[in-house]
């Protein structure tokens, strides 16, 4: 775990206390070099989305992740869920879709 990451986690579990947190560095899938830290993936399960729609919970990371989104961070994918939502998924998020941008773009 680099150490951007790292702040992402403690941060999100700072403020949001989830059930289920799940932080990838999804920077290699993209043309980025090695051991960057510019896209992640986010699953986070929290009963603080419970009444939230889904703009108002990314809102909120949004808001605890400002400096990370302002400097660093270039994508950050997210997926979230209440307790019970994230049952019914039968506790699974998508896959993030390949890059197709810098030099990857066919």
Same mark, same amino acid.
């Given at each position: 775990?680099?150490?951007?990451e ?7 579990? /700072?403020?949001?206390?989830?059930? =289920?947190?799940?932080?990838t560095?999804?920077s290699?899938?993209h043309?980025v070099?090695? /051991? ?6 986010? =699953?986070?399960?929290?009963? @603080?989305? #419970?009444?939230?729609?889904? =703009? @108002? ?6 808001? =605890?992740?400002a400096?990370?989104?302002? /400097?660093p ?14 049952? #019914?998924? @039968? ?7 390949n ?8």
């Amino acid at each position: 775990m680099g150490p951007l990451e790292a702040t992402i986690t403690e941060k999100i579990r /700072g403020q949001f206390n989830p059930e =289920v947190l799940q932080v990838t560095n999804e920077s290699y899938m993209h043309s980025v070099p090695a /051991g960057s830290e510019s896209h992640f993936k986010l =699953v986070v399960v929290s009963d @603080q989305f #419970d009444g939230k729609r889904l =703009v @108002q919970r990314h809102q909120a990371i949004y808001a =605890v992740l400002a400096d990370e989104l302002e /400097g660093p961070v270039h994508a950050l994918a997210l997926h979230t869920y209440t307790g019970p939502e994230w049952s #019914d998924n @039968q506790g699974g998020a998508p896959d993030s879709p390949n890059c197709l941008g810098g030099s990857k773009a066919g």
